[in-house]
């Protein structure tokens, strides 16, 4: 019987924001209709916390490209303040990705690099968690599952330096090294 190899890498990295706009909705993007790619699990009108792949040719690290990828997609600057965990998804393609995703809040600036073709808009928490899961893009219920429990333990009391050291120690040590933290 042939044994069959444990990938020890990811075939690609991302990063993934969560973030209010200043009436405390999470600020979402929509897939536009001309990006229809089921190979990879994304379809014209899906809506998504931004993310998007770190550049690792560039030596990227997870939260520059968290803040990038926010920028491309939603116009808006954003400072990363926290992680909110490691994520992986497989997608239709059998393309295995690690996802880095973060807290962040926004600078009151207009994102001043390359922009992407998307609609950006707050939606109401309650608007969110009503989303049938075949609207929302993979990872984006978990991810902010994850944040809400996050910013329960920062709201008593735990220091962020606790949440960088509690969230680095559950994710593989190969993710770490785009941390730079």
């Given at each position: 019987m042939e044994r069959r190899q444990i990938p020890t890498d990811y075939d690609l990295w991302g990063s993934a924001v969560v973030c209010l706009?200043?009436?405390?909705?999470?600020?979402?993007?929509?897939?536009?209709?001309?990006?229809?790619?089921?190979?990879?699990?994304k379809f014209a009108g899906m809506i998504s916390i931004p993310m998007g792949a770190i550049d690792i040719d560039k030596r990227e690290t997870a939260p520059q490209a968290a803040a990038r990828e926010f920028g491309e997609e939603t116009g808006q600057e954003v400072r990363i303040l926290y992680p909110i965990g490691f994520f992986e998804i497989v997608e239709p393609n059998g393309q295995r990705c690690g996802v880095w995703a973060f807290y962040g809040e926004l600078t009151g600036k207009p994102y001043l690099g390359e922009l992407e073709d998307m609609k950006c808009y707050g939606l109401a928490e309650k608007e969110f968690l009503r989303l049938d899961p075949f609207t929302l893009r993979p990872l984006a219920r978990e991810i902010y599952a994850c944040w809400k429990w996050i910013k329960l333990a920062i709201d008593s009391g735990k220091p962020i330096q606790?949440?960088?050291?509690?969230?680095?120690?559950?994710?593989?040590?190969?993710?770490?090294?785009?941390l730079n933290q």
């Open positions: 706009d200043q009436f405390h909705r999470l600020i979402v993007v929509v897939e536009p209709d001309d990006r229809d790619r089921p190979q990879i699990g606790w949440v960088w050291d509690m969230v680095k120690s559950y994710a593989p040590a190969i993710a770490k090294r785009l």
